[in-house]
């Protein structure tokens, strides 16, 4: 019952967009605030973007000016919207429930973005 899901990856061209969403049920995104991170193989682990329970956003600098987060609280949804993508955006990406709750983390399962010619 407590879960994020994570859909809206796929295969795009460079230059191309996306838009990908992250559901959540058993909590809500607006109360707690939520976190994107990407994984790439052989790569660790980063973030890429945040919203805060206030609405604030962060956004790290090499997607600056290209991703945009936008918050559905009538269907508790955060939707990363990725423009202008370059294939070193390609990976895997996660959603995440921002901070934690007696030390425990919650996860989605994470959609693949491919960026190829």
């Known amino acids: 019952q407590l879960q994020l899901v994570e859909s809206g990856g796929g295969l ?3 230059g191309g967009s996306l838009r990908l969403s992250c ?3 058993g909590f809500a995104v607006n109360s707690y605030g939520l976190d994107w991170y ?3 193989p052989g ?3 980063e973030i890429v973007a945040a919203i805060s329970s206030g609405g604030s956003t962060y956004y790290t600098d090499s997607v600056k000016g290209r991703f945009t987060l936008s918050t ?3 269907k508790n949804t955060v939707s990363l919207q990725m423009n202008s993508l370059k294939p070193e955006d390609t990976a895997v990406y996660y959603c995440k429930r921002h901070g934690s709750v007696g030390g425990v983390q919650l ?9 190829s010619s």
């Open 72 to 74: 559905d609280n009538a």
């Open 107 to 115: 996860w989605g399962q994470g959609t693949q973005v491919t960026v």
């Open 38 to 40: 990407r994984q790439a």
């Open 12 to 14: 795009v061209q460079p």
């Open 23 to 25: 559901a959540a049920s």
């Open 43 to 45: 790569k660790e682990r």
